[in-house]
Nanobody, 124 residues
Framework: QVPLVESGGGSVQAGGSLRLSCAAS????????MAWFRQVPGREREGVAAIYTGAGDAFYADSAKGRFTIAHDNTKNRMYLQMNSLKPEDTAMYYC?????????????????WGQGTHVTVSS
């Protein structure tokens, strides 16, 4: 059983919106950190947003501020990333991350568990 499963990716035009979802099937992520990352082939995985699932405190990369909203539904054990005003440069594979081991929330090496990703394509 895959512990983290992303969904919601797709193709949209610039200015459009998508909502990504991350379902956790084997672990209940309550009062812990989770995050969204993205990666373009040939480039390092970069942090987009992170959340503390207890209080809902959210942290964003500069590229996401004002456009993306991270949320977590404790009753469904799901994390979401609402992405508005999408730009072509948002095109990437998006991954959810869990099991924070310390360090920077937006650094990929701070996380132990990853989903398989969902792809987002934004056309101009």
């Amino acid at each position: 059983q895959v512990p983290l499963v992303e969904s919601g990716g797709g193709s949209v035009q610039a200015g459009g919106s998508l909502r990504l979802s991350c379902a956790a099937s084997t672990v209940t992520y309550v009062n812990t950190y989770m995050a969204w990352f993205r990666q373009v082939p040939g480039r390092e995985r970069e942090g987009v947003a992170a959340i503390y699932t207890g209080a809902g405190d959210a942290f964003y990369a500069d590229s996401a501020k004002g456009r993306f909203t991270i949320a977590h539904d404790n009753t469904k054990n799901r994390m979401y990333l609402q992405m508005n005003s999408l730009k072509p440069e948002d095109t990437a594979m998006y991954y959810c991350a869990a099991d924070f081991r310390g360090g920077s929330l937006l650094a990929p090496d701070a996380w132990n568990s990853w989903g398989q990703g969902t792809h987002v394509t934004v056309s101009s």
